[in-house]
Nanobody, 124 residues
Framework: QVQLVESGGRLVQAGGSLRLSCAAS????????MGWFRQAPGKEREFVAA????????AYADSVKGRFTVSRDNAKNTVSLQMNNLKPEDTAVYYC?????????????????WGQGTQVTVSS
């Protein structure tokens, strides 16, 4: 089992940048594919980005391509989401999730473990 704790969310102005981090417990972090999802008030949880267990493969939602970058450091048991050129529509609670298959999937039901989330608010 793995426990996930997100950090880095805060209020930022449109056009600004944020870096979210997700710290994972356990010695098997490098075997998990990791994903970032977000959920805005009144909306369903949506896929943002994912990265394979080795870090060699990534996937992004069309809405964030070119602005967000997902990365991981298996030595430190962390996965990060660098968010640039933020827009008000990026406002949401951001969650990291772990997939035991090691893949980089976009379907939320593929993920086995979830963090509690961190709030990102982008003001216009």
């Amino acid at each position: 089992q793995v426990q996930l704790v997100e950090s880095g969310g805060r209020l930022v102005q449109a056009g600004g940048s944020l870096r979210l981090s997700c710290a994972a417990s356990g010695r098997t972090f490098s075997t998990y594919g990791m994903g970032w999802f977000r959920q805005a008030p009144g909306k369903e949880r949506e896929f943002v980005a994912a990265i394979s267990r080795s870090g060699g493969n990534t996937a992004y939602a069309d809405s964030v391509k070119g602005r967000f970058t997902v990365s991981r450091d298996n030595a430190k048991n962390t996965v990060s989401l660098q968010m640039n050129n933020l827009k008000p529509e990026d406002t949401a609670v951001y969650y990291c999730a772990a997939d035991r298959s090691g893949s980089w999937r976009s379907y939320y039901a593929s993920y086995d473990y979830w963090g509690q989330g961190t709030q990102v608010t982008v003001s216009s």
